[in-house]
């Protein structure tokens, strides 16, 4: 059975005068999953997302969240279960953090008085600006109002959370621990969507991604599903202090493909269980391992093998392990 969707766009095209910020775009967005849309600036991210909470009509497809018009006469309905945090926030600077939130909380329906400030807290509290709701908004950093505008965002508990650049402003250590957050409200069934160009930012966060360019989806799904697409056969590299050694391994039947250069040997094989036979026929020989590494492509190497296969690098190479370190491949074949 399918899984239950909690925005479906389809064929979705929206211009500003002459220009196209998204083409035929559609997105399926699964219920209590991060879905990450990854893209140049530009890619038309941000125009999707305005789109979905109803602030923009498409001039062309369908776009539903809950099964609901977010444009047409469901729009205020759509936009009560959605909690969005934008790239940058919009927050009144002459009242402090409490009554910014306090005015929130009643645009929402959360109410007023000691229930609603116990909300206020709590939510203020996850994000780390509790000890700063006293001061003047005007006097924050960047970071605590970004803080700010992620507790403001879920003050009523949405179902669809629509997160534009959340980390935008914070210091490493705080980025680290919102990302941690945004992971724990999935598991009380939240769906979040979130746009990003930091691909370190998505790297094990992301439940699918979708990787937009021009305005429309190239590519689509889990990042496991679409990385066995782009590599179908494993990788390793073995290094030796006698590398004329590692060539025996050129004829080993589990070696699909044989190329060394220096004191490093690169394989093709179909399955990592090839790995302790591969092994143990080089010490039977003798031969002085000093690594067995197998490439294993991160979201980073998949984001730029996508691109490439879509022709939107324009013959750019992403750079050897790009900021990981890790091997990327540049003879990618053509994906099915």
């Known amino acids: 059975m399918d899984q239950e969707l909690t925005v479906a766009v389809q064929q979705v095209t929206r211009r500003f005068g002459a220009i196209t910020a998204l083409s035929e775009l559609d997105l399926a967005i699964p219920k209590g999953a991060i879905t990450v849309l990854l893209g140049p600036n530009g890619a038309g991210k941000t125009t999707a997302i305005r789109m979905i909470t109803g602030a923009l009509a498409p001039n062309s497809g369908t776009s539903r969240?809950?099964?609901?018009?977010?444009?047409?006469?469901d729009g205020e309905e759509v936009r009560r279960r959605c909690g969005v945090v934008s790239a940058k926030p919009s927050l009144y600077d002459r009242l402090n953090g409490w009554?910014?939130?306090?005015?929130?909380?009643?645009?929402?329906?959360?109410?007023?008085?000691?229930?609603?400030?116990?909300?206020?807290?709590?939510?203020?509290?996850?994000?780390?600006?509790d000890e700063a709701l006293d001061q003047q908004v005007g006097g924050y950093s960047t970071g605590m109002k970004t803080r700010l505008a992620l507790a403001r965002s879920i003050l009523h508990k949405p179902d669809l959370l629509l997160l534009d650049e959340p980390t935008s402003g914070l210091d490493p250590e705080s980025a680290l621990a919102v990302l941690d957050l945004i992971r724990d409200m999935t598991s009380g069934g939240q769906t979040v969507l979130m746009c990003t160009h930091l691909l370190?930012?998505?790297?094990?966060?992301?439940?699918?991604?979708?990787?937009?360019?021009?305005?429309?989806?190239?590519?689509?799904?889990?990042?496991?599903?679409?990385?066995?697409?782009?590599?179908?056969?494993?990788?390793?590299?073995?290094s030796s202090s006698i590398p004329e050694g590692l060539d025996i391994l050129a004829n080993h039947?589990?070696?699909?493909?044989?190329?060394?250069?220096?004191?490093?040997?690169?394989?093709e094989v179909a399955d990592l269980s090839v790995v302790p036979g591969v092994v143990a026929l080089l010490a039977a020989h003798n031969v002085p391992l000093q690594s067995v590494v197998p490439f294993m492509p991160s979201l980073e190497d998949l984001y730029f093998a996508i691109r490439r296969d879509h022709g939107s690098v324009d013959g750019e190479i992403a750079p050897p392990g790009g900021s990981t370190g890790r091997p990327v491949r540049t003879d990618l074949p053509t994906a099915a």
């Not at 969240?65 to 006469?73: K, Q, S, T, W």
């Open 99 to 129: 009554d910014n939130l306090r005015y929130a909380a009643e645009l929402y329906g959360v109410g007023r008085g000691k229930k609603a400030d116990s909300v206020i807290y709590e939510a203020a509290d996850m994000f780390g600006i």
């Open 65 to 73: 969240v809950f099964g609901l018009d977010p444009a047409g006469v």
């Open 200 to 238: 370190l930012e998505a790297e094990g966060l992301a439940d699918e991604i979708v990787v937009m360019q021009a305005g429309t989806n190239l590519m689509s799904g889990r990042p496991d599903e679409l990385s066995r697409r782009y590599w179908p056969t494993q990788q390793l590299k073995v």
């Open 253 to 267: 039947q589990a070696v699909i493909s044989y190329d060394r250069s220096g004191d490093t040997a690169s394989l």
